[in-house]
């Protein structure tokens, strides 16, 4: 989701999630969230509130911290798990940060750019002489020309305006921009039941590099080399959490309202209807990634100056901790 979110700090929003065999000693884990909970994170609620991590014999607790840092607390172990996103992983790792994606949440980026309808644009190639209403991070210049070149459009024909803590239709109707980058399954959504007329152009329409995982799930190579089974018992929850959120869509919503009650359930019910088919692809099962994009991605985060020294795609994600066709 939006790279934006009130509040700093760890807050906690989610403990024990259920009963253990008797004798048991359950582990407890820490996951960071990337953003406020939304429906990139229904796969998390149900698993708890279904006791799959219970199971697993795990005690998972939730916590949101400030903007942008899952990765660092999660390569860290400040934290055991985090939801992340392809580019910061990459990012990390480039920096050194032991970092790995252990499972994709969603199989194609699901965000992209939106405008008002009132102005004109319906294009990549309208985006020229158009303000772009952002938060000053150097992704944003080079999905944006990256785009643009790809259509054969001035890329230096694009203002940028820093709009920080702002919603992106809020700062629309406000005139402050005139294009913005959401996710179209939570903001695009939420525009729908405002009855916003808007266009949306998705960043996987324009290049195939720009469609890259984000969300994913992540985990230190610490944790992968001290407690593999723990990892995997972890992911094998998030499985079984996330299939009930693609076959039980009405259900998965309402314990995510349940879980997060403070949460709009309409847009939580639209939106849950929106994400559940995108969360596989066919013939992918949930959490699988392709070596090709993040292959991709780096080459182009590199060539792109987001990135100076180069990451080995083959440590920054692993599918090794995904169940088994038939396990979980």
Same mark, same amino acid.
């Given at each position: 989701?939006?790279?934006?979110?009130?509040?700093?700090?760890?807050?906690?929003?989610?403990?024990?999630?259920?009963?253990?065999?008797?004798?048991?000693?359950?582990?407890?884990?820490?996951?960071?969230?990337?953003?406020?909970? @939304?429906?990139?994170?229904?796969?998390?609620?149900?698993?708890?509130?279904?006791?799959?991590?219970?199971?697993?014999?795990?005690?998972?607790?939730?916590? *949101?911290?400030?903007?942008? %840092?899952?990765?660092?607390?999660? !390569?860290?172990?400040?934290?055991?798990?985090?939801?992340? /996103?392809?580019?910061?992983?990459? /990012?990390?790792?480039?920096?050194?940060?032991?970092?790995?994606?252990?499972?994709?949440?969603?199989?194609?980026?699901?965000? !992209?750019?939106?405008?008002?309808?009132?102005?004109?644009?319906?294009?990549?190639?309208?985006?020229?002489?158009?303000?772009? !209403?952002?938060?000053?991070?150097?992704?944003?210049?080079?999905?944006?020309?990256?785009?643009? $070149?790809?259509?054969?459009?001035?890329?230096?024909?694009?203002?940028?305006?820093?709009?920080?803590?702002?919603?992106?239709?809020?700062?629309?109707?406000?005139?402050?921009?005139?294009?913005?980058?959401?996710?179209?399954?939570?903001?695009?959504?939420?525009?729908?039941?405002?009855? =916003?007329?808007?266009?949306?152009?998705?960043?996987?329409?324009?290049?195939?590099?720009?469609?890259?995982?984000?969300?994913? =799930? %992540?985990?230190? $190579?610490?944790? %992968?080399?001290?407690?593999?089974?723990?990892?995997?018992?972890?992911?094998?929850?998030?499985?079984?959490?996330?299939?009930?959120?693609?076959?039980?869509?009405?259900?998965?919503?309402?314990?995510?309202?349940? *879980?997060?009650?403070?949460?709009?359930?309409?847009?939580?019910?639209?939106?849950?209807?929106?994400?559940?088919?995108?969360?596989?692809?066919? +013939?992918?099962?949930?959490?699988?990634?392709?070596?090709?994009?993040?292959?991709?991605?780096?080459?182009?985060?590199?060539? @792109?100056?987001?990135?100076?020294?180069? =990451?080995?795609?083959?440590?920054?994600?692993?599918?090794?901790?995904?169940?088994?066709? +038939?396990?979980?």
């Amino acid at each position: 989701m939006k790279k934006v979110l009130m509040g700093g700090g760890l807050i906690v929003l989610g403990l024990l999630c259920g009963t253990l065999a008797v004798g048991t000693e359950p582990r407890t884990v820490t996951l960071a969230l990337d953003w406020t909970p @939304n429906t990139n994170h229904t796969g998390i609620y149900v698993a708890r509130e279904l006791g799959y991590f219970a199971e697993e014999g795990l005690t998972v607790e939730i916590v *949101q911290p400030s903007p942008g %840092i899952s990765a660092s607390l999660t !390569g860290s172990g400040s934290v055991t798990f985090g939801v992340s /996103m392809q580019e910061d992983v990459t /990012m990390a790792r480039a920096e050194g940060v032991p970092v790995v994606s252990i499972a994709a949440v969603v199989q194609h980026n699901t965000s !992209g750019f939106a405008a008002l309808a009132e102005t004109g644009i319906r294009d990549v190639r309208d985006f020229e002489g158009k303000r772009y !209403g952002g938060w000053g991070q150097r992704l944003e210049h080079e999905m944006i020309r990256t785009a643009m $070149e790809g259509a054969g459009a001035a890329f230096d024909r694009v203002t940028f305006v820093n709009i920080g803590m702002i919603d992106s239709f809020t700062a629309a109707r406000r005139r402050v921009a005139d294009f913005f980058w959401i996710f179209y399954g939570w903001e695009g959504i939420s525009g729908e039941l405002q009855g =916003i007329d808007f266009s949306f152009l998705p960043l996987r329409e324009m290049a195939d590099v720009l469609d890259y995982y984000t969300p994913v =799930i %992540i985990t230190s $190579e610490a944790m %992968i080399a001290d407690d593999p089974e723990t990892v995997r018992g972890f992911v094998r929850a998030l499985s079984r959490g996330y299939a009930v959120a693609i076959d039980r869509l009405g259900e998965a919503a309402e314990i995510l309202v349940r *879980q997060v009650p403070e949460l709009d359930a309409a847009l939580v019910a639209a939106s849950q209807a929106w994400l559940s088919p995108r969360y596989t692809d066919e +013939g992918t099962p949930w959490g699988a990634q392709a070596r090709e994009v993040w292959v991709r991605f780096a080459e182009w985060a590199l060539a @792109n100056g987001l990135i100076t020294e180069t =990451i080995d795609p083959d440590r920054a994600f692993t599918n090794d901790f995904l169940p088994e066709e +038939g396990e979980g």
